[in-house]
C-alpha cells in the first residue's frame, strides 16, 4: 500500500456527461501528480499541484481540469466526455518537487478505472 | 529533454532463470533513474532508484538495476525469477532540470513455471 487514496476504483459514465475523480496523496506529502493510462498511449502525464499551486501541465485536455485543496487532497474533473478518455487514472504523490536528495520519488495510487460508453 | 525507451513489449523467462528487463535514457544531465512494476488492475509499485554513488542499485523483491552511464542504461534485473514476478516494470527517468519524470511504455514480463 503506497498511501495514496483515490476514490472511486470504477466508474462507467456516458459520453459526454462529467466526473470527478479525487485523490489523498501520502501523508505529509505536498505533491499530487496526476497521470493517465491508456493502452495506445501508455503512462501520460497530466498536470502535476505543490501545495495548492499548479507546477506542470502535461498532455492535459482542455476539457480536463484539476486542483488541490488546502487540505491537499486533489480532484481530476473530466467533462464532455468522450469514448476515447476510457483509461485509468492514476494519482501519485511526493514529498517536495525539488527534492535531489530523494530524486523526487513519486508514489502512485491504485487508479480510477474510468470506461465512457 | 529527457526520453526514456524499453525495446521490449514482452519478456519470456522460465522460473528459476535470471531475468533481465533492458532501459535505455537520454538526458541532457544527470539522470535520475526509476523502476516500478504493475500488477494487473494495481497501480505502480516504486521499486527502486539511481541518484548518484554505487552503479548497482538493490531494491525490492529481490531486483538490482545497473546504471551504465556509457551506454545511457539502466536494466533491470533479478537472479532467480519467480512466477509471481509476472507483471509489467516501467522504467522513468527525470533529469536535474525537470521534477516530472518520463516513463517508457512498459515491458511485459512473463515467468513461466
Known amino acids: 500500500d503506497s498511501g495514496v487514496t483515490q476514490t472511486p476504483k470504477h466508474l462507467i459514465t456516458a459520453t459526454g456527461q462529467r466526473v470527478t475523480l479525487r485523490c489523498s496523496p501520502r501523508s505529509g506529502d505536498l505533491s499530487v501528480y496526476w497521470y493517465q493510462q491508456s493502452l495506445d498511449q501508455g503512462l501520460q502525464f497530466l498536470i502535476h499541484?505543490?501545495?495548492?499551486?499548479?507546477?506542470a501541465k502535461g498532455n492535459i485536455l482542455e476539457r480536463f481540469s484539476a486542483q488541490q485543496f488546502p487540505d491537499l487532497h486533489s480532484e481530476l474533473n473530466l467533462s464532455s466526455l468522450e469514448l476515447g478518455d476510457s483509461a485509468l487514472y492514476f494519482c501519485?504523490?511526493?514529498?517536495?518537487?525539488?527534492?535531489?536528495?530523494?530524486?523526487?520519488?513519486?508514489?502512485f495510487g491504485e487508479g480510477s478505472w474510468l470506461t465512457v460508453v | 529533454a529527457q526520453s526514456v525507451a524499453q525495446p521490449e513489449d514482452q519478456v519470456n523467462v522460465a522460473e528459476g532463470n535470471p531475468l533481465t528487463v533492458k532501459c535505455t535514457y537520454s538526458?541532457?544531465?544527470?539522470?535520475?533513474l526509476f523502476w516500478y512494476v504493475q500488477y494487473p488492475n494495481r497501480g505502480l509499485q516504486f521499486l527502486l532508484k539511481?541518484?548518484?554513488?554505487?552503479?548497482l542499485v538493490k531494491g525490492s523483491y529481490g531486483f538490482e538495476a545497473e546504471f551504465n552511464k556509457s551506454q545511457t542504461s539502466f536494466h533491470l534485473k533479478k537472479p532467480s525469477a519467480l512466477v509471481s514476478d509476472s507483471a509489467l516494470y516501467f522504467c522513468a527517468v527525470r533529469d536535474g532540470g525537470s521534477y516530472i519524470p518520463t516513463f517508457g511504455r512498459g515491458t511485459s514480463l512473463i515467468v513461466h513455471p
Open positions: 501519485a504523490s511526493s514529498a517536495y518537487w525539488t527534492d535531489a536528495s530523494s530524486g523526487n520519488t513519486i508514489y
Open positions: 539511481y541518484i548518484t554513488g554505487d552503479n
Open positions: 499541484y505543490y501545495n495548492g499551486e499548479e507546477r
Open positions: 538526458v541532457s544531465g544527470n539522470p535520475y
